[in-house]
């Protein structure tokens, strides 16, 4: 069974030959070292030099998303990476794409209007892993945000990116599952103005529904697009709360984002398309709506949460034939923790989500520089030795 088949099997709750696996983020340069692999150009570097000759250097930088083969050659070594560390899934971007480079190399401006810094993370082996960290918001009021040119949902980048991760799926003979993901409504959304900027704004329902049936809309158009060119699965990044709870009360969730949540998923079940929606945080008063609005599988279910019913053992016995689950092993489990916990973890989780189908292997998180090549592979070897259906005693 190939990649896509294993996930969508798994997705419409039926069993596949084995449970499939995905991680939204591997930031860990020990894990390339081991595999032998690098999972792709160093942004930092390349984008210190396009910094240098000023806007030219943006102008190269958005030439280069429009052309399919550099898309792809950038692809195909992250793609390879998630192979080797035995991953089903890997994303195409639809959005996020840079739209200002910051002075020196330092980072960038998304279209978001996000500040993302590049930071250095050294290992106690001496690898040095490069990510984009959140630094803040450009707007600092409304009238900024109106100011700011609104991104484009029919940028062809963005769909040339999509066909360039189905390429690079299919010279790969379907042994990865390459899926588009976008940026949704609530994270992108106060990240540009930062949390404490934002909650001002939510203070003027006018300028808070423009600004969140802005975000809908665009994304809303994406979808639509992605899903008639044959996207089977998008993720959508939208993180709604933290480990105390969410960035803001239910009743504005239901008021200015749900409905937009309905209708992007609705335009992909439309056409066969499921949605996959990440999003950090507690979620439990929120829970039931998110099913109600259709989405079909969840992710990271993080399991370092304050709120002890916050749980994926519980939520699946309520809510396991309604929703797909993705995720749940603690990041910090994976850091810090004996490789005992992470296996006896790793098989409770295939023992009780497994069978049926229904659940994707994955951590409640990502896979950080901190997590040690031992304690990634212990969680793998559990997948590979136990993952196999029919599910037995484990």
Same mark, same amino acid.
């Given at each position: 069974m190939n990649a896509p088949e294993r996930v969508l099997k798994a997705v419409n709750h039926e069993e596949p030959d084995k449970v499939p696996a995905f991680e939204t983020?591997?930031? +860990?340069?020990?894990?390339? /070292?081991h595999y032998g692999i690098s999972s792709g150009t160093n942004l930092a570097e390349v984008y210190a030099t396009l910094s240098k000759i000023g806007k030219k250097g943006m102008e190269l930088l958005l030439k280069s998303f429009l052309n399919k083969e550099v898309v792809k050659g950038v692809m195909k070594p992250l793609y390879e990476f998630h192979h080797k560390a035995k991953l089903d899934i890997t994303l195409s971007m639809a959005s996020l794409f840079p739209r200002e480079l910051l002075e020196k190399g330092e980072g960038f401006i998304d279209e978001y209007g996000r500040i993302l810094k590049f930071e250095s993370y050294e290992d106690k082996q001496g690898n040095v892993t490069i990510i984009s960290g959140y630094r803040g918001g450009i707007f600092e009021n409304f009238e900024d945000y109106e100011a700011w040119e609104p991104p484009d949902p029919h940028w062809e980048?963005?769909?040339?990116?999509?066909?360039? !991760? /189905?390429?690079?799926?299919?010279?790969?003979? +379907? %042994?990865?599952?390459s899926i588009p993901s976008v940026g949704a409504l609530m994270e992108c959304t106060w990240e540009g &103005?930062?949390?404490?900027?934002?909650? /001002?704004?939510? $203070? @003027? #329902?006018k300028q808070a529904k423009k600004v969140f049936d802005d975000r809908g809309e665009f994304t809303l158009e994406i979808v639509k697009i992605l899903a008639e060119k044959g996207a089977q699965i998008i993720v959508l990044w939208d993180d709604y709360g933290f480990k105390n709870g969410l960035f803001m009360s239910p009743r504005n969730?239901?008021?200015?984002?749900?409905?937009?949540?309905? $209708?992007?998923?609705?335009a992909a079940h439309k056409h066969n398309c499921k949605i996959l929606l990440h999003s950090d945080g507690d979620l439990l008063e929120i829970f039931e709506d998110l099913i109600n609005c259709g989405i079909d599988i969840l992710n990271p279910l993080e399991p370092t949460t304050a709120n002890p019913n916050y749980d994926i053992f519980k939520l699946n016995e309520k809510y396991g034939d309604k929703l797909t689950f993705c995720g749940n092993i603690s990041p910090v489990m994976l850091a810090r923790g004996k490789i005992s916990e992470i296996e006896s973890y790793t098989k409770r989780l %295939? $023992?009780?989500?497994? #069978? !049926?189908? !229904?659940? %994707? &292997?994955?951590?409640? @998180?990502? %896979?950080n520089p901190a997590i040690t090549v031992d304690r990634y592979e212990a969680m793998v070897k559990i997948r590979e030795k136990y993952g196999t259906y029919p599910i037995g005693n484990i």
């Open positions: 983020t591997i930031t +860990n340069t020990a894990l390339e /070292k980048a963005r769909y040339i990116n999509f066909e360039a !991760g /189905k390429e690079v799926q299919e010279e790969m003979n +379907n %042994i990865v599952f &103005f930062g949390l404490e900027t934002f909650s /001002k704004v939510l $203070r @003027h #329902p969730y239901r008021t200015y984002v749900f409905p937009w949540l309905k $209708r992007i998923c609705d %295939i $023992r009780e989500l497994a #069978p !049926g189908g !229904g659940y %994707i &292997f994955s951590s409640g @998180h990502s %896979i």
